[in-house]
C-alpha cells in the first residue's frame, strides 16, 4: 500500500517480438499503451525494442508507434539492449530454430507455441536450463485461464492428482451448440466458423490434437514426469452424433471433449483426450461455448477450478505480458524454467489399461434373447451394467440398446464391443463414450 | 525438463512459525513431510526451524517432528539463519506487534490473517517496503483458490474492471441448503456448524464481515487503490427470509452472498458485500456448499472464474507453502511488496451513488389501486419496473407484492421504500436484494 516513489527494485527489459499476426498485435497494443500502468504496478518497466516479420505490407489492426519494424530476428539476438525474444511466428519448425538461437545468444524467451512446446519442448527446455535462461509459457495454454502458473507456482506446496481440462474453444463450442440447439456437427462447425470460433482449417481443434498438445504439457507441469506425444490417447469430436448428445442429455450426462491427465495410486499417469459424458450439476458440465475450464484434484486444495476464455488475441497477449514481467523481476535468476523438470519419470498407462465408466449403444436386432446376449458378453468380458435402456421398436428391424456401466477396463470394453459387433452385423458401428467418475 | 543435478540455484530458507493451531498444523505436515518434493520442485530448500506457541498442552493431530518447539517469538527473531515469519496467531493485536517487530528485525512475513491487513495492513506494508522485505499473503483471501496470485501476478498486464466473489463458505452452505432443501435459515446454521463449515460463534461470517476484509485486500490489488476498510458497505445474511428463496428460485435466481468490487468508468470504485440474486446459469450460481468462486472482468481477459475450497487447515497451509516459495526465490530481491500499492488513489463510491437492479417484496393491504401506487411512487423516483408478481390472496389482509426493477440508484430506492412503507404500515417490512446484472 506504499503510495510514494519506487526507483530501488526497478527493473528494465529490452524485448524484441517475432511474429506480428493477431496475437503480437495484441502484445503491441498491451506492452506500447500500458507500459507506464505495468511500471507501476509491478515496478518493471518492458521496453518493445523491435517487431520483427517478414510480411510488412499487410495492414495489421494496430499501428506500431515506438518500436523499430524488421526484418531479421538476427539483428535483435545481436542488441545487448534486449534480453527477451517473444516467439509469435507459430509451427513447430521456424519457431524452434527461432528460440534455439536465441537461447544459445542469451536470450530468455516467451512463447505461446503449444505444439513445438508439446512436440520437440525438451531439448529447449535443457538449453536454457544450461544457460541459465528463462521460457515463460503460460500463453500456451488457455490464455484467458492463468493455468500454468497455477499449476507450477501456486500448487507448489501440494501434490495435484488429476487434471479435466475443457481445453479447446471450437469444440466446446460446437458441442455447446449440438446439446442446447439439437444442431447437427456440421451445422454447429459451420457456425462455429461463422463467428470466429473455429478456423477454416479446424483440423487440429476437431481431432483433438489441440486439446492433446495442452494436456500434454499441463501433465508434465503437474506430474513432473515427461511423456511422449506420440503415447498420448487422442479422440476427436468429428464421430460424435447428436443421436447420443440427446440420450446422454436424458441420462443427466452433457458431452464434453476433455483432456485428463491422472497419477494413478500405483505411479503411472493416463494421458488422454476423448470425448467424455459429465454429469449435470459438476462443475465442467457448465462451462458452454468457446469457454475453457480445467479442474484440478489435489491433496491438500482438493477440487479447484479455473474458468476463462481459451484463447483470443487480447487474453494471449495478456498472458505473455504477465510471463515478460515474471522475467523482468527475476532475470539475475531465472526460475521458471525450474517449473519444468520431469525427475518423477513416471511410466504412461497405455489407454487399454485405463479404467472408466462407459456410454455404449448398439444397433442390434429386434428379437428376443438379444439384450441377455450382450449382457452375457459384457459379463464374461469383466463389465457390470449400471443401467439399460431399450428404445421402442422402430421402422427398420434394429433397434437401439442403450448401456451405462459401472468401471471397466478399456482392453475389456474394446473385447467385449468386438464380439458383440461379430454377433450382430449392422450397418451402424456401436458408439462408446466415456462417462467421467 | 531437465532431469540432471540442480545446485546452482538452489535456495534454502530458514522459516519459524507462530501459532500452531488447525492451519499451523497444515503447515507443518507439509514442510516436514513434503520438503523433498518442495525442493525438486521447485528448486527451494525451506527449513522449518521453530514452531512457536504459549500451548504446550493441548494435544494437536499433527506431530513436530524435526523443528523446535519454543515459547517466545524474540528467540526466533534473533536468529540469524530465519529468512520468513509465519503469521499464523490470529487477531489484529498481537499479530500486529508481531509482524511489524519481525521486519524491524528484517524478517520477511507470510500471513493468513485477512482480519489484520483489511484493517491494519497499511503500516505494515509500507514497513515492509522500506526494509525491503515482502509480505506474502495468499492464504489470507480464499486459501484454495490462489487468487492473490491470479490478482496480483497473472492479470499484471491487464485492467481489471470487477471482481464478483463468493468468498465465505459458511453462508454459502447455509444459502445452499436453504435453496435447495427448503431449510429455514436457523435450521441450514445448525447443519453447518454440525459439520464444521460454521464455528460456533459465526458473526463474523454471518454479518458479512469476513467477506469484507477479503474483499477489500482484493479490491486494493486489483485496482491498486486504499480503500478504507469502514467505508465498505457490509449486509449480511442473518435477516436472509426463506420465502425470498423460494419466489426467486421461480424467477431463475440463485441468492448468494456476493462480495463485490467494481472500478466504474468515472474512476470510482464500489466495494460492497450483499446478499445478491444471481441469475442461473451464470457461473456463480453453481457454486455450492462450502466452495467459494471468484468471478473476474478485465480488459483483456475477459470473464475468468477461480472457484476451489474457500479455507480449511490443507488448502490454507498449500497457499502458506508456496508464498515461502515464492519468498525463498526472490529472497534477494523482493517483489511481492510490489503488487501492494495504492497509486490509483480512486475515491470510494458511497452505497447511495450504487446502481444494480433489485428484487423488492412489501406485505400490502389487499385493496384496489395498492399496485398502481407502488408503482407510482417508484416512478417518481426513477425507479423503472421491470417485472410484477401478485401472489393468491392469503387469509390475512396482506398480500406479498414482488417486483424487480431495472438498473436503479441505492438512494432512490431507499427514498421509495421509506415513502411505500409509510403508506401501508404492516408489521413485516418489505425486502430488497439486490440483482447481479
Not at 536470450?107 to 538449453?127: C, D, M, Q, S, Y
Not at 507456482?153 to 474453444?169: C, M, P, W
Not at 497477449?317 to 526460475?335: C, F, G, H, M
Amino acid at each position: 500500500m506504499f503510495t510514494g516513489e519506487r526507483k530501488i527494485f526497478m527493473h528494465r527489459i529490452g524485448v524484441a517480438l517475432v511474429g506480428f499476426g493477431t496475437i503480437g498485435s495484441g502484445v503491441v497494443k498491451i506492452l506500447e499503451d500500458d507500459s507506464e500502468l505495468i511500471m507501476k504496478k509491478a515496478g518493471v518497466e518492458i521496453n518493445l525494442k523491435y517487431v520483427i516479420d517478414k510480411d510488412w505490407q499487410t495492414p495489421r489492426s494496430v499501428e506500431i508507434k515506438r518500436a523499430r519494424k524488421i526484418s531479421d530476428y538476427r539483428e535483435a539476438l545481436n542488441d545487448r539492449d534486449i534480453d527477451v525474444i517473444i516467439e509469435l511466428a507459430g509451427g513447430t519448425s521456424f519457431a524452434y530454430t527461432l528460440i534455439e538461437e536465441a537461447l544459445k545468444a542469451g536470450k530468455n524467451v516467451v512463447t505461446a507455441n503449444k505444439a513445438l512446446l508439446a512436440e520437440r519442448g525438451l531439448p529447449l527446455f535443457k538449453l536454457a536450463r544450461e544457460r541459465n535462461l528463462s521460457i515463460g509459457f503460460e500463453a500456451s495454454v488457455c490464455g484467458g485461464v492463468p493455468i500454468i502458473r497455477t499449476v507450477g507456482d501456486a500448487l507448489v506446496g501440494d501434490r495435484v492428482l488429476s487434471l479435466y481440462g475443457i481445453v479447446n474453444g471450437t469444440t466446446n463450442y460446437i458441442l455447446t451448440r449440438m446439446f442446447e440447439e439439437n444442431m447437427s456437427f456440421a451445422a454447429a462447425l459451420k457456425q462455429a466458423q461463422k463467428l470466429g470460433f473455429a478456423e477454416a482449417d479446424p483440423e487440429l481443434d476437431l481431432n483433438g490434437f489441440d486439446a492433446a498438445h495442452k494436456i500434454k504439457i499441463l501433465s508434465e507441469l503437474a506430474f513432473n514426469t515427461c511423456i511422449n506425444f506420440e503415447d498420448v490417447y487422442v479422440e476427436g469430436i468429428t464421430n460424435i452424433q447428436l443421436e447420443d448428445i440427446k440420450v446422454a442429455s436424458e441420462l443427466g450426462y452433457v458431452l464434453k471433449l476433455l483432456a485428463i491427465a491422472k497419477l494413478d495410486p500405483d505411479k503411472t499417469v493416463e494421458v488422454r483426450v476423448n470425448p467424455t459424458l459429465v454429469q449435470k450439476g459438476n462443475q465442467l458440465s457448465s462451462v458452454r461455448n468457446e469457454f475453457n475450464a480445467v479442474l484440478i484434484e489435489s491433496s491438500y486444495l482438493g477440487i479447484s477450478m479455473y474458468y476463462g476464455r481459451g484463447a483470443g488475441s487480447m487474453p494471449t497477449a495478456s498472458a505473455v505480458t504477465a510471463d515478460l514481467v515474471d522475467i523482468a523481476k527475476s532475470i539475475r535468476e531465472p526460475a521458471s524454467t525450474l517449473k519444468y523438470s520431469c525427475f518423477n519419470n513416471y511410466p504412461l498407462k497405455s489407454i487399454g489399461d485405463i479404467e472408466t465408466r462407459y456410454y455404449v449403444r448398439f444397433n442390434v436386432p429386434d428379437k428376443p434373447g438379444v439384450l441377455s446376449r450382450i449382457s452375457g458378453i459384457f459379463g464374461v468380458n469383466n463389465i457390470s451394467i449400471a443401467s439399460v435402456i431399450q428404445k421402442e421398436r422402430s421402422k427398420t428391424d434394429y433397434v437401439p440398446v442403450i448401456m451405462t456401466t459401472h468401471m471397466a477396463f478399456e482392453k475389456d470394453m474394446i473385447r467385449a464391443f468386438d464380439e458383440i459387433e461379430k454377433l450382430y452385423f449392422s450397418k451402424q458401428r456401436g458408439v462408446k463414450i466415456r462417462i467421467m467418475e
